[in-house]
Structures are given as structure tokens and as C-alpha cells.
């Protein structure tokens, strides 16, 4: 019975954060509406602008190690999901996953397979 117990809060955590991306979507529909304004043209490519491919696979590239380390699939997908999400926060608007692997299969496929594999999943759309 113990041997369920590290898996419990990990399942826990990617089944909340399952949930929170399911409310994300909504937020890029409400960004287009503030473009209106010659003043905010400034600001705006700052909140709009998207983390390249190249930075998005440097970060997962950093990543695979404490991946690796981590030593479950459940585990893993639960790190990658709850740091991948955080560091694109940082960087601007949160893409979906299917833009995530379209940006990976192109800049580093090798690095995208390996995290992919790490995580136990076949796209990050399951993120």
C-alpha cells in the first residue's frame, strides 16, 4: 500500500492542472480586444509575444536531466507540467500544446522525443 502513496499526490497534481488548462483558452480570446489602442501599441508586443522555439527547446533540454532523475513516467509528467507552464507564464502568453509540439518537432526533435518519452506521453497536447 505504501508503494501507491508517492504516486497519489503526483496523479492528484496532474489532474488539477488538467483542469486549469481546460480555463486557459478563454484568456488569448480576451487579449485580441486590447489591441484597439495606439498607446498600448508599446506594451503590446511585450504580453504577445511567445517564447521562440529556440527557448522553448533550450528550456527542455535543461530539463531532461531532472526528468531522468526523477524515475517514474507519472512523476516526470507531473514536473514537466507544472515547470513547462510556470517558465511560459514567465515568457508570455501560455500556447497550447499542440503549438508546443509544432515548435519542438521543427527546432529539436531529438530533445522533444526524449522529454515525451520521459513524461510517458506521445504530444504535449496531453499536458
Do not use: H
Request: with cysteine.
Amino acid at each position: 500500500m505504501s508503494t501507491f502513496r508517492p504516486l497519489a499526490p503526483a496523479l492528484c497534481l496532474v489532474l488539477a492542472l488538467t483542469a486549469c488548462t481546460e480555463a486557459d483558452p478563454p484568456e488569448p480570446a480576451a487579449a485580441p480586444d486590447t489591441t484597439g489602442s495606439t498607446s498600448a501599441a508599446g506594451s503590446a508586443p511585450a504580453d504577445d509575444t511567445q517564447a521562440s522555439a529556440k527557448e522553448v527547446c533550450a528550456y527542455l533540454e535543461g530539463q531532461v536531466p531532472t526528468l531522468k532523475g526523477i524515475g517514474s513516467e507519472t512523476g516526470a509528467m507531473a514536473n514537466l507540467t507544472v515547470n513547462l507552464y510556470s517558465w511560459y507564464e514567465k515568457q508570455g502568453p501560455v500556447p497550447n500544446g499542440r503549438e508546443i509540439d509544432d515548435q519542438t518537432r521543427t527546432e529539436c526533435p531529438a530533445t522533444r522525443t526524449e522529454v515525451l518519452k520521459l513524461a510517458g506521453m506521445e504530444s504535449f497536447e496531453r499536458l
